[in-house]
């Protein structure tokens, strides 16, 4: 008995230290310079949590399935995540999202088989491993199989824009929602009898499932970002939820501090898009198209287009040039080509500086993580509510790939489907460099009036060899 209640010391000690790592590490996430060294802490505050739980078991745990579990997560864990290029990280937080809600289900699932499925035990399961289990089934049976759909529209293997069946699409999310809800009652209420038929279980994660798919379909590319952070938060309080069934205080707190944060990361997204959390859910917006933001923009007017060389010229005898970058600098690798363009305007005695949208991109900090990876300074990177000031005192704004960020039409016009949400002021700079590969419109679907603009030029083509030519240009200036 003495050596149990050391161990038990023990193992509590060791998960209240891991908790602390986590915090820790997640405090180290707020910065750029602290980032990497926070996931670091956190990662050994898991594996710390991962060797408590293997002490605490250390009698009852069938330690070939073990182990032969571990060699299976570091297989299938590690390539992706080493070799996975900075442009496809949507996808893949998608996906590890995904394995990680569909984890919870299935030990939903497990649970309700070892207590009430098939075997019948003395002791009745409480209510806790009942409640606990069934919303762990619930949510993450929906955060699996909605990130495989988030998945899919961001690897472009599923269309971008909204996929659904118009008008019944509510009421159908809303009666999968409640078929869900009810069977887990049927399970609740059977809990405390001789035992519930497994049909009821496999009732709440297909319902549950289905309406993972069927809720995350009617949702546009442009939303994605979003749609991300919620499935965070979800598979975060699913693990929470599982933890509570296992009596496992590690799984608990952690899954709630992914719950935590991820919800208020999808708050401030949300936020930054001018539109509540229901109305991105609702679905509908964002799907790639030719849509015109209201007004005549693109109808009457042609787009102006420009040299490598004009480029060079304009930036290089500017006082201040403001980049903006966006998902067309992620999907040609262009981050260290601007760095070095940027570092050739500076020697010139151009003041250089980075405007970062909150939702550029396909994931939060996705423009973050892509100038670091080319060690941009962390000082040139400034925030939306930082930079908007700027850009009338600016003589040249390049835009790289940026669509939706950029439009005017979300301040202008009332028509407009993106009208409200916060946008960067290019179209208050003095001069307006687009590159893009043509004139197609952004993941919103919407057509940009700053692309017809005056002041606004267009550099056609892939933009890390437009980067490059405009450097080159450079150089011999």
């Known amino acids: 008995m003495h050596t149990f209640d050391n161990v038990t010391y023990l193992v509590n000690g060791l998960y209240i230290l891991s908790f602390a790592l986590f915090i820790y590490g997640l405090m180290g996430l707020t910065g750029p310079k602290t ?221 709630m501090i992914v719950g935590a944060s991820g919800t208020i990361l999808t708050n401030l997204m949300a936020k930054a898009m001018n539109r509540s959390i229901p109305a991105i859910v609702a679905g509908g917006f964002g799907g790639g198209g030719a849509a015109v933001g209201g007004g005549d923009a693109g109808e009457n007017k042609q787009a102006k287009a420009t040299s490598a060389a004009d480029a060079a010229i304009q930036m290089a005898y500017a006082n201040q040039v403001i980049v903006v970058p966006g998902y067309g600098m992620a999907v040609a690798q262009a981050q260290h080509a601007v760095k070095e363009m940027a570092e050739l305007l500076e020697k010139k005695g151009v003041e250089v500086k980075y405007a970062i949208h909150p939702v550029a991109g396909r994931m939060p900090g996705h423009m973050n993580v892509l100038l670091a990876e080319a060690e941009v300074s962390y000082d040139a990177l400034k925030e939306m509510d930082e930079i908007n000031g700027e850009f009338n005192r600016t003589d040249v704004a390049l835009v790289i790939g940026a669509n939706d960020v950029t439009n005017p039409a979300a301040r202008e016009d009332a028509a407009s489907p993106i009208y409200g949400m916060p946008v960067l002021n290019v179209d208050q700079a003095r001069s307006v460099i687009v590159l893009k590969r043509s004139m197609n419109s952004g993941f919103a679907g919407i057509d940009n009036p700053l692309f017809y603009a005056d002041h606004t030029s267009m550099l056609f083509g892939d933009a890390k060899k437009s980067v490059g030519a405009v450097t080159e240009e450079l150089k011999a200036l």
């Open 35 to 255: 980032a990497v060294r926070g996931n670091l802490i956190a990662a050994v505050g898991m594996a710390i949590a991962v060797g408590a739980t293997l002490i605490s078991i250390r009698h009852t745990g069938n330690w070939i399935l073990i182990i032969a579990a571990l060699v299976v997560g570091v297989v299938l864990g590690v390539p992706p995540a080493k070799y996975t290029k900075m442009t496809a990280m949507p996808q893949l937080v998608a996906a590890f999202n995904g394995v990680g809600g569909g984890t919870v289900a299935l030990i939903a699932w497990s649970e309700f088989i070892n207590s009430q499925g098939f075997s019948h035990f003395d002791e009745e399961p409480t209510v806790h491993i009942v409640i606990g289990s069934l919303f762990a089934a619930i949510i993450g049976s929906v955060s699996f199989w909605g990130s495989l759909i988030a998945f899919g529209k961001l690897q472009e293997i599923l269309p971008g824009r909204p996929i659904g069946i118009g008008k019944l699409q509510q009421p159908l999310n809303l009666l999968l929602l409640l078929g869900a809800i009810a069977s887990a009652v049927v399970i609740g209420i059977g809990a405390t009898g001789a035992g519930v038929s497994q049909l009821w279980m496999i009732a709440v994660l297909v319902l549950a499932g289905v309406l993972g798919l069927m809720v995350v379909l009617p949702i546009g590319g442009a939303d994605m970002p979003v749609v991300i952070s919620l499935l965070n938060a979800l598979t975060g309080l699913s693990a929470a939820a599982a933890g509570l069934a296992l009596n496992n205080t590690a799984m608990i707190v952690a899954g």
